[in-house]
């Protein structure tokens, strides 16, 4: 029988259907396949095609660490279990270990990349899956009081990445400034004319959707109000939109679902509301997805996901170690997330869903 040799476009199209972590095994076997998946063409057949493996992304004690949860049978009384997949170390380009550990403070998650912030204020942008890092150099030096944001034009016919820091010298005082990042030109510039009368809680991350980043603010004026704030990559502006008519939480908290549904939690003492829409960047029409959940009693939530089929929440208080919070409409357990293995109480600064991506940084 005659051998025939595949094409490019075949073995793209093979390829496009693995798993991310199964690729990121093959890379190393064969240049024709390491350049074949960091091309651009590929990441695009890769997202379409490849099996969504949704996992739980949690900061870990300055570990990237992605959690699988099984949820089968809660409501039938089966217990939740949990289980770290994978962690991931950030390290330090300028040591001579290359084990040498990055102190991550912070991480912002958009498109399988991660924008992370450093206990000594560095910046870098990070795909664990594929180890490829970038550090950027500031327009001015890094403060631990800044607000960042990682998005892209996504009008563009190609995915242009940028970043979004507001410099904040004070965190008493208002924003001062403003800056956008932009990959390709590898510089920082300053948004000139941006007035606002609204700010944002210490520690509070935006969320990530279709490019466009999104957070929980408050007006500053004397009744405060909150709304939901979101910054267009694109033109490169900032927009206003309102919450659910009535939200009389002062915690609210986002997540979003497949890109496609950004998901809202209010919680107040022993109870959760939640709100669900599906075109944030039209008209806002907010229905709600599950009220009245009971729960023990929660403080400043650190992240939580929405298991859309079983009507469940996963979420994550911010004094907590080594729990997650398994809420349902009548229904609450929790799972320790660290399998107990480690005796060391490990302490959770981040929870949100990820998938696994090759996408590259430009």
């Not at 063409?41 to 890769?46: G, R, T, V």
């Not at 003492?269 to 829409?277: I, K, N």
Request: with cysteine.
């Amino acid at each position: 029988m005659e051998r025939t040799s595949l094409t490019q476009d075949s073995i793209e199209e093979i390829f496009s259907r693995f798993p991310t972590k199964s690729l990121a095994r093959l890379q190393s076997l064969s240049k024709q396949w390491n350049a074949i998946f960091k091309s651009e063409n590929f990441s695009k057949k890769h997202s379409a095609n490849a099996p969504k493996e949704p996992l739980i992304m949690m900061l870990m004690d300055s570990r990237v660490c992605l959690v699988k949860v099984n949820l089968q049978g809660f409501h039938d009384g089966v217990a939740p279990s949990s289980k770290v997949a994978y962690q991931f170390n950030l390290t330090n380009p300028s040591s001579d270990s290359s084990s040498s550990q990055v102190i991550i403070r912070n991480i912002i998650h958009c498109d399988g990349l991660l924008l992370c912030t450093t206990n000594d204020n560095r910046l870098a942008v990070w795909n664990p899956c594929s180890g490829e890092t970038k550090w950027i150099k500031p327009k001015k030096p890094y403060m631990e009081t800044d607000f960042y944001a990682l998005g892209y034009d996504n009008e563009s016919p190609c995915k242009k990445y940028k970043i979004l820091r507001m410099v904040r010298q004070d965190p008493n005082l208002p924003i001062d400034e403003y800056q956008i990042y932009d990959f390709i030109s590898d510089s920082w510039k300053v948004l000139e004319d941006v007035t606002t009368n609204w700010d944002l809680l210490p520690n509070c991350r935006g969320i990530s959707m279709k490019g466009d980043t999104y957070w929980v603010a408050f007006d500053t004026s004397p009744k405060g109000w909150h709304f939901l704030l979101s910054f267009d990559f694109s033109r490169e502006r900032f927009r206003s939109m309102s919450l659910p008519h009535r939200f009389p939480y002062s915690n609210g908290t986002l997540s979003v679902v497949g890109e496609e549904k950004l998901f809202l939690l209010g919680n107040d003492r022993t109870e959760l509301d939640l709100w669900v829409t599906s075109s944030p960047r039209s008209v806002m029409s907010w229905r709600k997805f599950l009220a009245g959940m009971d729960c023990f009693p929660f403080h400043r939530k650190v992240g939580f996901l929405v298991d859309e089929q079983n009507k469940v929440v996963v979420c994550c208080d911010d004094d907590v170690f080594t729990e997650l919070d398994i809420v349902g409409e009548s229904k609450h357990r929790e799972v320790d997330y660290d399998d107990g293995h480690s005796e060391a109480r490990t302490y959770c600064s981040h929870l949100q869903s990820y998938v696994p991506s090759l996408v590259q940084i430009q």
